[in-house]
């Protein structure tokens, strides 16, 4: 049995429109003959000329968030508490088994920006795909905003997952989901726009606050999901271990069995 591996995530690219102003991530490069010197500083009486072609080592500095890149938010990133009053786990606490499972792919191109899905959408699309959720399903949503990760229409583009979509899916033991678009609500600029008329902060972040009820996890900038079948397939999306975080980072990959 041949088995295939399709990269779901997103490079951590610096100058590049992956998130909102301000909040992209930035990247120092360190080239090898700029490392030279830094080298030597190890081993008194070594040069730059002694070292092979004069060179040192290559390094990358990083400024980033948790939440830069394909990552993994963590309960505790949506609230303080979790399950109806628990402290919400942080993303080192997040047991391994819900990391590597089962995938489930909800194709939702075809919604409006700003779209706030329902749970009817949401059954509508298992009943579709001919597929019924089962504990521990890693559900994944193929947004529009997916093939545009990088331009400038990336973070204000998708449809967003509401409370009552999110805990349809936590309801029936669901503990991780995904997005490819830049947040698993609806992009903030539609939901500003929703709450100058309302003036209903229920609505604001409401998928992810839905965590309170039934704590779970999300991986936020996917990409390739057009790639996958419906079903069929495993996901994992182990997050980099940071104590008491949020959130981190996950090389988040599909594996298909053919």
Known sequence: MARRLIDISVAITADIASDPPGMEPRIQYTAHKESAEQVCAYFPGLTPADLPDGEGWAMERLDITTHNGTHVDAPYHYASTMNEGKRAITIDEVPLEWCFQRGV????????????VSA???AD????????????????????????YGQPDYVPSGCGMGREATLYLTSRGVRVCGTDSWSWDAPFGFTAKRYAESKDARIIWEGHKAGRDIGYCQIEKLSNLEQLPATGFMVSCFPVKITKAS???????AIIED
């Open 120 to 122: 009817q959408e949401i």
């Open 125 to 148: 699309e298992l009943a579709r795909i001919g597929h019924t959720l089962q504990p521990l399903d890693i559900v994944v949503v193929n947004t529009s905003a997916g093939v545009k």
């Open 247 to 253: 959130g981190g980072w996950t090389r988040a990959v």
């Open 105 to 116: 792919k909800l194709d939702f191109r075809h919604m409006a920006d700003g779209h706030v």
